[in-house]
């Protein structure tokens, strides 16, 4: 069965469009990781400090907003996990309907 070149070059356009948006959200995805591994080397640290000077008052704000941070990370990272698996599933229909000719 033969696709008509301009349904074709329509498909492998949105193809195309689908790919940059993984790509996007591969990137939005690692910047989240590096977010969430800095906070979480931020809680470690102040975990220590804590452990080593016994004084959590003074350290309880900054230990919050790095927990928040870290929280916020992985929030991110979950949104950007389901966004990437829904273009992939949109990237199998593409391939299928671009080998079918359909």
């Given at each position: 069965?033969?696709?008509?070149?301009?349904?074709?070059?329509?498909?492998?356009?949105e193809r195309l469009?689908?790919?940059?948006?993984?790509?996007?959200?591969?990137?939005?995805?690692?910047?989240?990781?590096?977010?969430?591994?800095?906070?979480?080397?931020?809680?470690?640290?102040?975990?220590?400090?804590?452990?080593?000077?016994?004084?959590?008052?003074?350290?309880?704000?900054?230990?919050?907003?790095?927990?928040?941070?870290?929280?916020?990370?992985?929030?991110?990272?979950?949104a950007c996990d389901?966004?990437?698996?829904?273009?992939?599933?949109?990237?199998?229909?593409?391939?299928?309907?671009?080998?079918?000719?359909?």
């Open positions: 069965m033969s696709v008509d070149p301009e349904v074709l070059v329509e498909m492998l356009k469009l689908v790919v940059q948006q993984m790509s996007a959200a591969q990137s939005w995805n690692l910047l989240n990781r590096q977010l969430a591994g800095g906070a979480e080397f931020e809680i470690q640290r102040i975990e220590q400090e804590i452990a080593a000077t016994g004084d959590s008052h003074a350290f309880a704000q900054i230990i919050e907003e790095a927990h928040e941070r870290w929280k916020d990370a992985k929030a991110g990272m979950a389901a966004q990437c698996a829904a273009l992939e599933r949109r990237l199998e229909e593409l391939d299928k309907c671009i080998a079918t000719g359909r």
